[in-house]
């Protein structure tokens, strides 16, 4: 069992991609096959290496590693070409002249008429002494692949069942290789190279996206005529917008590096996308590891109709996802931006608490870093904050608590000392503890609302800065 991605470097890795590429990663993990890559970069213009870099990237933050090395379209071009020729040998394929002018003429007298463009099939039967006209008006040629209106393409799809297209209904003659001097033979096509790419890789499944279901059509005429076996197919629905259309770079983010910049982590990432499209088994709940679906993911509970993109569910599963997360494991998904930040990760027990303070609040990793913010800096006093220590008995509150830490210093480590000292100071200088707490929470935080207050004044004070913090607001 082998199946394979073949995205096109021409874009970064879109969500609808990486989820085909989820599909096949699962179904080959469940059956125990083999993933593979191949990159189309048959279009020399659009094509580009970082494209590549990024989509290959993308895979392996989401966790889909392939077996063997990726294949590169480009460089099996020889064989395209040769597979071309004999298809025009055979007299399957023959050398289209028509030229630019003439077709979208036909085209135009089409739509007077109601009718679908269509090629017309004009050159398929020409004479040699046609043909040698049109090749000494210095004409250029595409090579069209012919196919019988009368034909009936069938296959089972293993999403959709029973397929059945009509030849007639596949737009007349097909362009294999794109317009090149009369004897040459331009580019090869896409339908073309993937049949003899998939062919060669000895892809057993095609899973793609529903948008390729005429492309199938097309490409299982191809197997036949070039004497190949035939692969099973799989189309899946597509990922739409919250509009019902499909979804696009419109629709804001659609690239899986982008939702990582934003912070979204790969596995809670790779959790969305196997929902979007597939049902889980009764009793599974929805928040799973990739292991876990690739141990009971199948094609039959992938859905025909699309799948919306639904950013609550995303934002839901994240911070799920995040909240499970051992504090040591999201410490270190977090440690790349602190340290970009410009702050110092060595000690890593307090780093580890301060995770276990924060981690329950985060729904993107991004929040790490703005939550962590200030027990690094000294926060300036917020709108709100400034109002607290405006209000009576505020400063008071802070200075009483001074003094009581000079007598009876905390090392932030026993949260009962804490509480401890609250209740003296409170006592003591005849002060509510209510103000006493919004007063040190200002005065740690610079804000009314915010994590638990003794773990927070805890971290800061096992790093000195608590006293400091008070402080300040003198
Ligand atoms: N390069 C094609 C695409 O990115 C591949 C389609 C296929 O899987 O055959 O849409």
Redesign the pocket.
Same mark, same amino acid.
Do not use: F, I, K, M
């Given at each position: 069992m082998r199946v #394979?991605?073949?995205?096109?470097p021409t874009g970064k890795l879109h969500i609808g *991609?990486a989820r *085909?590429a989820l599909f096949n990663w699962l179904f080959a993990c469940q059956k125990g096959g083999k993933f593979l890559i191949r990159i189309?970069d048959t279009d020399k213009e659009r094509s580009k290496t970082e494209f590549t870099e990024n989509i290959l990237e993308g895979l392996h933050w989401l966790g889909l590693n392939w077996d063997e090395e990726p294949v590169i379209q480009s460089k099996r071009i020889e064989d395209h070409r040769k597979a071309i020729r004999s298809l025009l040998d055979r007299g399957l394929a023959y050398r289209c002249y028509a030229t630019e002018a003439e077709l979208e003429l036909m085209r135009e007298n089409q739509k007077k008429h109601g009718m679908a463009p269509r090629y017309d099939n004009r050159h398929r039967d020409l004479t040699a002494k046609q043909q040698l006209t049109f090749k000494e008006e210095g004409r250029t040629s595409v090579v069209r692949f012919r196919i019988n209106d009368e034909t009936t393409v069938n296959w089972n799809d293993l999403v959709r069942g029973p397929m059945r297209w009509e030849g007639v209904d596949l737009g007349g003659d097909m362009v294999i290789s794109r317009r090149a001097p009369a004897e040459e033979i331009g580019d090869p096509l896409?339908n073309l190279v993937?049949v003899l790419d998939?062919s060669n890789m000895e892809i057993t499944h095609?899973i #793609?996206?529903e948008?390729?279901i005429a492309?199938t059509a097309k490409q299982i005429l191809l197997y036949k005529a070039l004497d190949l076996p035939i692969p099973k197919f799989a189309h899946t629905p597509l990922i739409l917008n919250p509009e019902g259309k499909k979804l696009s770079k419109r629709d804001g983010v659609t690239s899986i590096s982008e939702f990582k910049d934003m912070g979204y982590i790969s596995e809670a990432m790779a959790n969305y996308m196997t929902l979007l499209g597939w049902s889980v088994p009764s009793g599974m709940e929805e928040r799973f590891t990739l292991q876990e679906a690739g141990k009971v993911f199948n094609l039959d509970r992938v859905n025909k109709a699309g799948a919306k993109f639904d950013w609550d569910k995303l934002n839901w599963l994240n911070s799920q996802v995040i909240h499970h997360l051992p504090s040591e494991t999201l410490l270190q998904r977090l440690e790349p931006l602190w340290i970009n930040q410009g702050w110092s990760t060595a000690n890593k027990e307090w780093c580890i608490d301060l995770i276990k303070l924060i981690g329950p609040s985060m729904t993107l990793l991004n929040d790490g870093v703005d939550q962590a913010k200030p027990f690094f800096n000294t926060p300036l006093l917020e709108e709100d904050g400034r109002k607290q220590l405006e209000l009576d008995g505020s400063i008071k509150a802070i200075e009483s608590l001074l003094n009581q830490l000079e007598k009876t210093p905390w090392d932030g480590k026993q949260s009962d000392s804490a509480k401890e000292i609250l209740t003296i100071t409170s006592k003591s200088a005849d002060i509510k503890k209510g103000l006493l707490m919004k007063s040190l929470r200002v005065a740690l935080l610079g804000r009314m609302n915010g994590p638990d207050l003794i773990t927070s004044w805890g971290l800061l004070a096992r790093i000195g800065q608590d006293r400091l913090r008070l402080r300040r607001c003198l």
């Open positions: #394979r991605l073949a995205p096109s *991609t *085909t189309e896409y993937v998939d095609v #793609r996206g948008d390729h492309n």
